[in-house]
Protein backbone atom coordinates (compact mmCIF):
# COMPACT_ATOMS: atom_id res chain seq x y z
CA UNK A 1 0.00 0.00 0.00
CA UNK A 2 1.51 3.34 -1.02
CA UNK A 3 1.23 6.34 1.09
CA UNK A 4 0.69 9.61 -0.40
CA UNK A 5 1.88 12.77 1.59
CA UNK A 6 0.77 15.73 1.10
CA UNK A 7 3.17 19.05 2.48
CA UNK A 8 1.56 22.70 2.95
CA UNK A 9 2.59 25.28 2.31
CA UNK A 10 3.27 26.40 5.60
CA UNK A 11 4.70 23.38 6.77
CA UNK A 12 7.55 24.10 3.72
CA UNK A 13 8.22 27.58 4.95
CA UNK A 14 8.65 26.71 8.50
CA UNK A 15 10.81 23.65 7.57
CA UNK A 16 13.20 26.45 5.07
CA UNK A 17 12.45 29.10 7.95
CA UNK A 18 14.35 26.49 10.60
CA UNK A 19 16.94 25.14 7.93
CA UNK A 20 18.14 28.89 7.10
CA UNK A 21 17.94 30.02 10.54
CA UNK A 22 20.06 26.68 11.32
CA UNK A 23 22.12 27.72 8.87
CA UNK A 24 23.09 31.70 9.62
CA UNK A 25 23.86 30.36 13.37
CA UNK A 26 26.39 27.79 11.20
CA UNK A 27 27.53 30.97 9.47
CA UNK A 28 28.33 33.31 12.71
CA UNK A 29 24.96 35.08 12.44
CA UNK A 30 22.32 35.57 15.16
CA UNK A 31 19.04 35.29 13.51
CA UNK A 32 16.08 36.61 14.68
CA UNK A 33 12.76 35.32 12.90
CA UNK A 34 9.47 37.58 11.71
CA UNK A 35 10.53 40.81 12.06
CA UNK A 36 8.71 43.71 11.27
CA UNK A 37 10.80 46.52 9.88
CA UNK A 38 10.04 50.38 10.28
CA UNK A 39 8.26 49.99 6.73
CA UNK A 40 5.77 47.98 8.29
CA UNK A 41 7.14 44.99 6.18
CA UNK A 42 8.06 41.25 7.75
CA UNK A 43 11.24 40.04 7.34
CA UNK A 44 11.16 36.17 7.62
CA UNK A 45 14.39 35.96 9.03
CA UNK A 46 16.96 39.27 10.05
CA UNK A 47 20.06 38.34 11.30
CA UNK A 48 22.83 40.15 12.82
CA UNK A 49 27.00 39.17 11.79
CA UNK A 50 29.68 39.13 14.49
CA UNK A 51 31.00 42.01 12.94
CA UNK A 52 27.40 44.14 12.76
CA UNK A 53 26.23 43.28 9.00
CA UNK A 54 22.73 43.07 9.06
CA UNK A 55 20.86 40.23 6.37
CA UNK A 56 17.81 40.07 5.43
CA UNK A 57 16.29 36.14 4.37
CA UNK A 58 12.68 36.04 2.64
CA UNK A 59 11.75 32.33 2.85
CA UNK A 60 9.29 31.11 -0.59
CA UNK A 61 7.66 28.41 -0.01
CA UNK A 62 6.69 27.83 -3.94
CA UNK A 63 6.09 29.31 -7.10
CA UNK A 64 2.69 30.70 -5.90
CA UNK A 65 4.40 32.40 -3.11
CA UNK A 66 6.80 34.03 -5.02
CA UNK A 67 4.62 35.32 -7.40
CA UNK A 68 2.28 37.38 -6.12
CA UNK A 69 5.31 38.79 -3.30
CA UNK A 70 6.86 41.39 -5.48
CA UNK A 71 8.36 43.57 -2.17
CA UNK A 72 11.72 42.15 -1.99
CA UNK A 73 12.82 45.31 -2.79
CA UNK A 74 11.27 46.80 0.32
CA UNK A 75 13.94 45.20 2.74
CA UNK A 76 16.55 46.46 1.18
CA UNK A 77 16.90 49.94 3.09
CA UNK A 78 17.62 47.81 6.54
CA UNK A 79 19.61 45.55 5.43
CA UNK A 80 23.61 45.03 4.23
CA UNK A 81 22.76 41.88 2.35
CA UNK A 82 19.27 40.35 1.41
CA UNK A 83 18.55 36.54 -0.12
CA UNK A 84 16.26 34.36 -0.92
CA UNK A 85 15.70 31.08 1.32
CA UNK A 86 13.87 28.24 -1.02
CA UNK A 87 13.16 24.42 -0.69
CA UNK A 88 15.52 22.13 -2.62
CA UNK A 89 12.38 21.71 -5.25
CA UNK A 90 11.68 25.22 -5.55
CA UNK A 91 12.39 26.87 -9.57
CA UNK A 92 15.12 28.25 -9.02
CA UNK A 93 15.34 29.88 -12.06
CA UNK A 94 12.78 32.27 -11.54
CA UNK A 95 14.36 34.08 -9.09
CA UNK A 96 16.33 37.37 -9.94
CA UNK A 97 19.95 37.45 -10.18
CA UNK A 98 20.87 40.17 -7.77
CA UNK A 99 19.67 38.40 -4.36
CA UNK A 100 21.47 36.06 -2.36
CA UNK A 101 20.41 32.37 -2.57
CA UNK A 102 20.09 29.67 0.20
CA UNK A 103 18.71 26.15 -0.27
CA UNK A 104 17.56 24.40 2.76
CA UNK A 105 15.62 22.09 4.28
CA UNK A 106 14.24 21.80 8.09
CA UNK A 107 17.76 20.57 9.07
CA UNK A 108 20.42 23.28 7.70
CA UNK A 109 20.95 24.59 3.79
CA UNK A 110 23.85 26.07 1.66
CA UNK A 111 24.36 28.94 0.20
CA UNK A 112 24.39 28.56 -3.55
CA UNK A 113 24.90 32.65 -4.13
CA UNK A 114 26.68 34.89 -1.86
CA UNK A 115 24.11 37.83 -1.20
CA UNK A 116 25.90 41.02 -2.20
CA UNK A 117 27.13 43.94 -0.05
CA UNK A 118 24.90 47.42 0.19
CA UNK A 119 26.17 49.01 3.43
CA UNK A 120 23.85 50.66 5.44
CA UNK A 121 24.63 54.65 6.46
CA UNK A 122 26.13 54.15 10.10
CA UNK A 123 22.93 55.98 11.27
CA UNK A 124 20.85 53.44 10.04
CA UNK A 125 23.09 50.86 10.95
CA UNK A 126 23.21 51.96 14.69
CA UNK A 127 19.18 52.15 14.95
CA UNK A 128 18.96 49.11 14.20
CA UNK A 129 21.51 47.47 15.88
CA UNK A 130 19.88 48.68 18.51
CA UNK A 131 16.21 47.87 17.82
CA UNK A 132 17.37 44.15 16.79
CA UNK A 133 19.07 43.93 20.02
CA UNK A 134 15.86 45.01 21.79
CA UNK A 135 13.92 42.79 20.49
CA UNK A 136 15.60 39.88 20.73
CA UNK A 137 15.85 40.47 24.58
CA UNK A 138 12.29 41.04 24.60
CA UNK A 139 12.19 37.56 22.87
CA UNK A 140 14.23 36.20 25.53
CA UNK A 141 12.05 37.72 28.31
CA UNK A 142 9.25 35.86 27.58
CA UNK A 143 7.75 38.59 25.07
CA UNK A 144 6.37 38.08 21.83
CA UNK A 145 7.53 41.44 20.26
CA UNK A 146 7.69 41.50 16.37
CA UNK A 147 8.30 45.04 15.98
CA UNK A 148 11.91 46.81 14.86
CA UNK A 149 11.28 50.06 16.74
CA UNK A 150 14.36 52.49 15.92
Not at 89 to 103: A, C, N, Q, T, V
Request: charged content about 25%; hydrophobic content about 50%; proline content about 7%.
Amino acid sequence: MDVIVTVTRPEITTAVTRGAARLLVDLGFAPLAEVTLPNGRRADLMALSRKGQILIVEVKSGLEDFRVDRKWHEYMPYCDHFAFAVAPEFPRDILPDEPGLIICDAFGGAVLREAPVSPLAGARRKALTIAFGRLAALRAAGGSAVLLEP
